[in-house]
Every structure is written in C-alpha cells, then in structure tokens.
C-alpha cells in the first residue's frame, strides 16, 4: 500500500523552487540553494560553484537538443503531423501539430531547462540526501546518463561548446526562413497550434478542449480518409485505396528533399568526447525522464510530475503562494509542447543518434514508427508522465472557471464606493467628476498641440461627403471646408511661437 508524502512546508517548498533556477551567480560562485534546518540536517543545502558552471553550460544546450527536434517536426509531413497531436490512441487529429512563436519558444525552453536544472543538483547532492531534501528518486536510467553527461570531457571546453551554440544558431535561423515562407503560402489550409498556444485565456483553453473530446466531428472527410488508410497499413488489409488513403500514404512518405537526403548521408557520427556527443547525451537524459515508467500507479513518481508540482508555487518569490489553474495550466500546456517534440524526436529522427543507437527515419512506414510509441508514451490511458500532464490539464481547465477573476473590484456596504485591491478606492461623488476632468485634460492637450491657436470654426458650416470612400479622405480634404492648407497656418506659429523666429 502506497501513502502520499506529507505537504511540504513553506520553507521545504522554498528549497524546491530554488533547485529549478537557472539564472545563478555564474564564474565558479557556489549557490545556496536553501537552510538544511528545515529538513533537519545540520549543514545548509549548497550547489558547489563548478557544478553550477557545468548546469550553466548544459542549459545553453538545450536549446541546441530543441532547435534539432523542431526542425524535425518542420520536415514532417502534415499526416505525421496530425497524429502527432491527437490524444487519442486510434483516432487523428483534425489538424496538424505545429511551432509556436519565438516567445513561446523561449517560455517553454524555459520550462525543460528549469527541470534539467533540477534533475542535475538533486544528482548531485549525496545519495542520502537526495530523499529526503529532494522526495525523488532518479532512475537507473537517468543516473546512467547523468553519469555520463557529468564526467564528459567537452563540458568543460567552452570555447567548443561556443562553437557549436553558434553554427548550430546560424543553422536555425536560415531553417526558420525557409519554414516561414513554407507556412505562408499553407496558411489558409491550416490553423497554427502557435496562435492557439500564444492566447493563454481564450484559444488555448479552445484548442485543448478539442483535444480532450478528440475531435471526431471536426476531422471531416479528408481526416476519416487518413484514419481508414492507417486502419489499412496497420492491419494489412488489401482494401483498394481511395484518392483520401493515397494522399495520405504519399504525406506519409515524408518531405526530405534530395539535397537534404544527400546532407545528411554526409554528415559524420558524433565523435567520441566531441560536444555533438555530449548533445545526444543530454537529449538521451531528457528522453529518459520523459519515458520514466510511473511506479505503482503513482504519477507523481516520474520527474516530471514532480517538477510540474514545483511549478505550482516556484513563481512566488518565497515559493509560499500558489499559482490559480488559470495561470498554472500554461506551464502544463508548455510541459505538453516540448514533450510532444521530443517524443516525436524519438520515434522519427531527422537525423541519426549514434551516441543512442537510435537510427534516422526511415523513408517509407513513418506511421508504423509512430504508433507504439504514441500508444505507449502520448495518448490517455497510458500511465505515462505525459497522460498525466494532460489529465492535470483538462482538471485545470474545468478549475479555472471557478478562479476568482484576476481582476475583482469591491463595492463598499453602502454601494457608494468601489475598490480595487488594498490600494485604489474611488467614490461614486469622485466617478461622478471623472468626465469633467477628462474633458479639461483634452481641451489642455489640444491647446498644446495647436500652440495656443483657437481658431474660429463654425461647425454647422462644415460639409463632408459620406460617398467618397476613397483611401485618405476626410472632410479635412473637402473643397469648400478650405482646411487642407490650414496645416501651413500651424506650422508658421510653430516656428515663429512667441516671436522667437525660427529655432
């Protein structure tokens, strides 16, 4: 029988929340992470300065791991793509997985090297330690490449771990161009996830809710022909494909040009000590926590469970505040993106992990790649890290709707006052005079800007033409109100204001 650890206390959650920062006092300055009294040791709890070095250098290479999954999903076909997205173990999704903006980007990488961090100084504290400060227990798995990825040799030359930050970033930035221009002219037959992802009140909270109900009635024809040809290649059948089922075999086949095809055939294995390896290492760590099997039933087990719980209070300053389900759910929809990537990474690699063992994709059968990782790893029902996000997702949402209001106003007993936190008070007698003061404010900004010029203008006089709905007019431009030279007027007064002459 498994019992749920107590809650930690205010201090306790204080120490969790500083193992995930990456932002340290960096030049071989130790960090202190938190008081060892509140788990009742004697010694304070502190990150020796050169493993926050080494933390420092692979939180930089995440973003090199990330960018090299991104531009996988960018030479995924769009069948792949749809699959991919879909929560459900043999249904699709009606429209693809894509990548969101630069900001999001960087929001979500955020999220994955918060958790590295993490991962990285409970690794390093002492095994005896590691229990009782932390509550959690890396795996064999996790501990085999944090081994490896600790005592390798290129961590420490920064000189090529620059290097290869910045010919890998020239790399993105021109596969960037190249996807935009792609996108652009495929904008009408799709909705990028990128703009669901980006409005965290009203699209995501759509968008997500599609996921949950699977989306059956939005797939429409074209989708009902991808799933009955998936139904065809899994099982075999010798059913006749119809034009829906060969366009899906033809995305499936995927969409590496030539020339790519030939790059790639050139490329050289990562060398043995070279920062390349110690990439594929990292991207070995992050695979292992995010297919970390969940022991007894118990999600909160895996790493990344775990972690997302930190992120429920870790954006406090004290780490003693929780966040509400509605800005919570954000971190689980970023958790979900970068998951999706790297599962994806795993099962369809653009390119080969010989550090890994783990071969590029192949040309042809993409999908039958795809699925028993999906099924094992990606869709409800399968007691992995990332069911549970997306269970925790969908229970936030249903919360949010009870959030209290990020905004609330308070009315006083008597109804004769209105505030808004501790701070803002406003009578109904003040209310009453705001547009009086508003109008003063505006009479005083526009005798500014004419330069105390208070022309003579009879409104009633006025003509404007309501047909001409040619681009630029107004009734400033009409004829007979004589006022498109008036501009002139203003500018002389400017230059001579005060009888000073021109300045």
């Known amino acids: 029988m498994t019992t749920s650890a107590p809650a930690p206390s205010a201090g306790q959650r204080e120490v969790l929340a500083a193992l995930t920062r990456t932002c340290t006092s960096p030049g071989g300055q130790e960090y202190f992470v938190g008081s060892g009294k509140v788990y009742g040791l004697e010694d304070d709890i502190v990150s020796p300065g050169e493993d926050e070095d080494r933390i ?34 043999s249904s699709i999704y009606g429209k693809p997985f894509t990548l969101v903006q630069s900001s999001s980007t960087s929001k979500y990488r955020l999220l994955l090297k918060r958790c590295l961090a993490m991962v990285c100084r409970i690794y390093r504290l002492h095994p005896d330690r590691r229990i009782k400060v932390a509550g959690l227990e890396l795996s064999r798995k996790q501990l085999q490449f944090l081994d490896a990825i600790w005592t390798h040799e290129a961590l420490g030359d920064l000189a090529a771990l620059n290097e290869l930050i910045g010919r890998h970033k020239c790399q993105v930035d021109h596969a960037q161009e190249v996807a ?85 055939e050139e490329e050289a294995g990562a060398t043995r000590g070279s920062p390349e390896e110690l990439v594929e290492l990292l991207f070995g760590l992050t695979l292992a926590i995010a297919t970390q099997p969940v ?41 979900v993106y970068i998951l999706r990537l790297v599962l994806l990474e795993y099962a369809l690699p653009l390119r080969a992990y010989p550090t890994l063992a783990l071969q590029r994709r ?30 925790l997702r969908n229970y936030g949402q249903v919360i949010s709707r009870s959030d209290t209001p990020a905004y609330l106003l308070r009315w006083s007993a008597n109804g004769q006052a209105v505030s808004f936190g ?43 033409d309501m047909t001409n709905n040619k681009e630029g007019f107004s009734f400033v431009l009409h004829p007979k109100n004589k006022l498109d030279t008036a501009y002139l ?15």
């Open 295 to 335: 022991i007894n039933g118990q999600p909160q087990t895996t790493v990344l469970i775990y972690f997302s719980g930190i992120l429920g209070f870790s954006l406090s300053p004290d780490g003693g505040a929780f966040l509400p389900a509605r800005s919570y759910t954000s971190n689980l929809s970023g958790l």
């Open 422 to 464: 501790d701070k803002i008070s406003i009578s109904m007698g003040q209310f009453r005079r705001l547009p009086e003061h508003f109008i003063k404010e505006a009479a005083r900004l526009c005798n500014e800007m004419m330069f105390s010029w208070d022309p003579v203008i009879n409104l009633s006089n006025i003509t404007d």
């Open 489 to 503: 007027e203003l500018l002389h007064r400017t230059i001579f204001q005060k009888g000073r002459g021109p300045s």
């Open 56 to 89: 420092a250098c692979l939180v930089r290479l995440v973003d090199v791991v990330m960018s090299r999954c991104e531009e996988t999903a960018r030479k995924t076909s769009r069948h792949i793509l749809c699959w991919l997205r879909s929560n459900q173990a």
């Open 180 to 264: 935009g221009g792609h996108r652009e002219s495929h904008s009408d037959n799709t909705n990028t996830e990128g703009e669901e992802e980006d409005d965290e009140d009203e699209d995501e909270e759509e968008s997500e809710k599609d996921e949950e109900e699977g989306e059956g009635e939005e797939e429409g024809e074209d989708s009902n022909h991808d799933y009955d040809h998936d139904q065809e290649v899994e099982e075999g059948s010798d059913k006749q494909e119809n034009d829906g089922g060969f366009t899906a075999w033809l995305e499936d086949l995927g969409e590496i040009t030539e020339e790519e095809d030939d790059q790639m």
């Open 362 to 391: 192949p040309r042809i059968g993409q999908l039958k790649r795809l699925q028993p990782i999906r099924r094992q790893y990606m869709v409800m029902e399968s007691q992995s890290p990332m069911e549970e996000l997306l269970s």
